[in-house]
């Protein structure tokens, strides 16, 4: 397989690290309290919290999936979706990481996001670079540049199925199985 292109991943990671900070930074004046935003986020949630572990799971697989399939894939809409996926993610999770660490403390905070993000989070930025470097050799091309937009479209798919996906489920597996665990331990 050739290898991955650096300048989209590493225009992904600080695309995603910027917005959550912004993120972040945003929830601390969005609502002094907090507990509106939190309580619509539960409502909104709340289904989710009578279903069974292999029922969160696969909604979750399922979901991160598609986005990031779709990701690589409108990558060609001149990088559009990818940056509004990326930006998207960062700010909901600059938001919980605020309100989590101001309602709950920094442990259960890490507890919640690390175990299923250190997987997730490298998937997700790995699409959405994918999905940049689609968008630029789309770019390319609508310019009437030298583009290789077939290649970078194989090469996200092909990355996708083999490294995304997996890593991806695996994510969804820990985030119902082993998460709520160690929240639950901590908490």
């Known amino acids: 397989m050739p290898s991955l292109p650096r300048g989209g991943i590493a225009f992904a990671a600080l695309l995603f690290a910027s917005s959550i900070i912004a993120g972040y930074w945003f929830a601390s004046y969005l609502e002094p309290g907090g507990n509106g935003v939190l309580r619509e986020l539960k409502s909104v949630f709340k289904p989710f919290f009578s ?3 292999l029922e969160l799971m696969l909604l979750i697989l399922v979901n991160n999936a598609v986005k990031a399939l779709l990701v690589v894939l409108l990558g060609f809409a001149l990088c559009l979706f990818p940056l509004l996926f990326t930006i998207g993610n960062g700010l909901i999770l600059g938001f919980v990481a605020y309100h ?14 690390a175990p299923h993000g250190v997987l997730e989070i490298p998937a997700i930025i790995l699409a ?7 968008g630029f050799e789309a770019w390319r091309k609508l310019f009437k540049r030298k583009s290789q937009l077939k290649s970078k479209l194989k090469l996200g798919l092909k990355t996708y199925a083999t490294i995304i996906l997996p890593v991806l489920a695996l994510a969804a597996a820990v985030e119902a199985f082993i998460t709520p665990i160690i929240a639950f331990l901590l908490s």
């Open 128 to 134: 959405s670079g994918l999905g940049f470097e689609v």
């Open 100 to 113: 989590t660490l101001r309602f709950k403390g920094l442990i259960l905070t890490v507890a919640s996001l």
């Open 51 to 53: 279903l069974s572990p």
